[in-house]
């Protein structure tokens, strides 16, 4: 009998164990958390020294004049005072706005400027060296923001700049590797080699007196240091004597500009994004409602049938992308069309979850009647409820390649993101038309997109990446991962990411990331996948609201990038 109760014990035992015994929850990977304020950036030091910024009671425009220079220290392979880019906001009242200081075309520009006796472009006169530099709008830009927004002097957010390019920033391992593979293109188009050339390794601190020297010159005499003083002369002595064609009179002209953002609904979510000359905003708007109608979340993260709709929402946008957009001071661009429902409903009828649709079919959508990697992007939201995107950038890496060496930083690429001949590709493969073709003071197209959205009338997030082409693609995902997917930021920024562009018709997927069933899948559809050969698909930068009213900071892991907050 005792030996019967015994095992029946035994028995019951094991039984309850193996019913109670369920796989580990796993516990959410969350980015930082602040209370009050927080900045997302590329770097420690960038977002340190915003962050200090608002400690001291400055808002989040002055935060943003302070990490955009920090960044043109610490990051130049993105980071400028030679460049330009795009800033969306939203203040605490829910008054929205967007800056364009996005570089323009000197004014002895041409529509063939990079063309050959055939007719055919010379892709290394758009991209390398003098003849590829746009003006640039970030000095402008930032003067911009503060004069409209700060609260707080110049000196005191600029000081904090010069003393970071005077004592030096440690190189990071990362920051080596790029040094290294751009090496022979620094010495081709520069006739000395140029600081981050001597030998510097991972740890060492790199020094920037030149570019101290520059800012203290802004500091004491303002914008119109850049575009009218001193280091605009230099500025334009430098280009001419290395052949290119931007002068005083360029400098002098260049103004940012205020813009009005796109704004749309996706569900229960106002999106405010970047308007033209960044497509941003508007190819944004056209593959989420597109998508919208189906049921993602049931459908899954990065499965089968999520993957093919966001795919084909991208391709029939980035084909709109190539025919219709530019510069609105240029060109008349069908805003409202491209983003209406019923035009976006259209352009899906030819969709089917059974094969996928090729490019080759897929044209620019009949309206009646009618880029780059190496960015860089950050988020900041401020204690009185205060938030900005801001992406900006020298297009390539480190630009044109061109180092003004007295002065302290490269020079933008910048000219290669208009179209040099329509219906060719830039650098990241995108094709451009009329739209974008070249003209004397007029803006490039770019694929740029800082982003805010609201929900319940209330901000909810800031986010934005670099990544060329990748970026709208990038920035899209991030939304999706946290509205669809219920992931945290830090899990939104984190997850693996694919991109389409319309042309070439390839979906790129991050290497060792995807299950290969399910990429058999896809190439078992039509789908013509590139994996192997796949760069980083973006690095966003977020920030999101949670509902106790605390912040959470989304810093991407595949870069050197930090969030810092109080």
Request: aromatic share 8%; with cysteine; hydrophobic share 40%.
């Amino acid at each position: 009998m005792r030996v019967l109760v015994l095992s029946l014990l035994l028995i019951l035992s094991y039984s309850c164990k193996t019913e109670t015994t369920k796989p580990p929850v796993k516990a959410p990977i969350r980015g930082l958390i602040a209370n009050k304020a927080m900045v997302v950036s590329a770097r420690a030091e960038a977002s340190k020294i915003g962050k200090e910024i608002m400690l001291k009671g400055g808002n989040a425009f002055d935060a943003m004049v302070a990490t955009e220079m920090a960044l043109a220290v610490a990051y130049p392979y993105a980071g400028n005072l030679g460049g330009g880019g795009f800033m969306v906001y939203r203040m605490a009242n829910g008054d929205i706005g967007a800056l364009d200081y996005r570089e323009k075309a000197p004014l002895a520009a041409s529509k063939d400027m990079y063309l050959d006796e055939n007719g055919d472009p010379i892709p290394e006169k758009s991209q390398l060296g003098s003849l590829a530099v746009g003006v640039p709008g970030t000095i402008a830009g930032i003067f911009e923001v503060h004069e409209k927004f700060g609260t707080l002097p110049i000196k005191e957010l600029l000081s904090p700049v010069v003393d970071l390019a005077k004592k030096g920033f440690v190189v990071t391992e990362k920051q080596e590797k790029r040094f290294q593979h751009y090496k022979d293109l620094f010495l081709k188009v520069n006739t000395d080699t140029i600081p981050i050339l001597r030998g510097y390794t991972a740890n060492d601190t790199l020094k920037n007196e030149a570019l101290a020297s520059t800012l203290e010159r802004i500091i004491e005499n303002g914008k119109d240091e850049f575009y009218k003083g001193e280091t605009a002369k230099k500025l334009v002595a430098f280009i001419r004597n290395h052949g290119g064609i931007i002068t005083m009179n360029d400098l002098k002209k260049y103004k940012a500009k205020w813009r009005k953002p796109v704004e749309f609904k996706y569900k229960d979510l106002k999106v405010i994004s970047m308007s033209p000359p960044s497509s941003g905003g508007i190819c944004l708007a056209q593959i989420m409602k597109m998508i919208e109608p189906h049921d993602l979340t049931s459908f899954g993260h990065n499965s089968l049938k999520t993957i093919q709709v966001i795919t084909e929402a991208e391709r029939r946008a980035y084909a709109d992308r190539s025919f219709y957009l530019g510069d609105p001071d240029f060109v008349k661009i069908p805003i409202d069309t491209l983003i209406d429902n019923s035009y976006l409903k259209g352009r899906m009828d030819s969709f089917s979850f059974d094969k996928a649709t090729l490019s080759s079919e897929i044209d620019y959508g009949q309206i009646p009647g009618y880029e780059s990697e190496e960015t860089t992007h950050y988020s900041i939201v401020d204690s009185f409820g205060n938030a900005i995107s801001v992406t900006t950038t020298l297009n390539g890496a480190y630009g044109s390649k061109l180092y003004v060496d007295e002065l302290g930083f490269f020079l933008n690429n910048e000219m290669d993101d208009f179209s040099a001949k329509p219906g060719t590709p830039n650098m990241f493969g995108l094709i451009g038309a009329e739209a974008n073709a070249i003209a004397p003071e007029k803006r490039m197209l770019s694929s740029m997109t800082p982003t805010i959205v609201e929900k319940n009338d209330k901000f909810w997030m800031s986010v934005g990446t670099p990544g060329g082409s990748t970026i709208i693609t990038s920035v899209l995902q991030t939304i999706l991962n946290v509205e669809e997917f219920e992931m945290t930021m830090q899990e939104a920024v984190n997850a693996p990411r694919f991109h389409h562009q319309w042309l070439p018709d390839v979906v790129v997927f991050e290497p060792n990331s995807f299950d290969k069933t399910l990429l058999q899948q896809l190439q078992s559809k039509g789908y013509n996948i590139n994996e192997e050969e796949s760069r980083i698909i973006g690095k966003v930068d977020g920030i999101l609201a949670l509902p106790d009213g605390t912040l959470e900071g989304g810093a991407d892991k595949r870069g050197d990038d930090t969030a810092d907050g109080f």
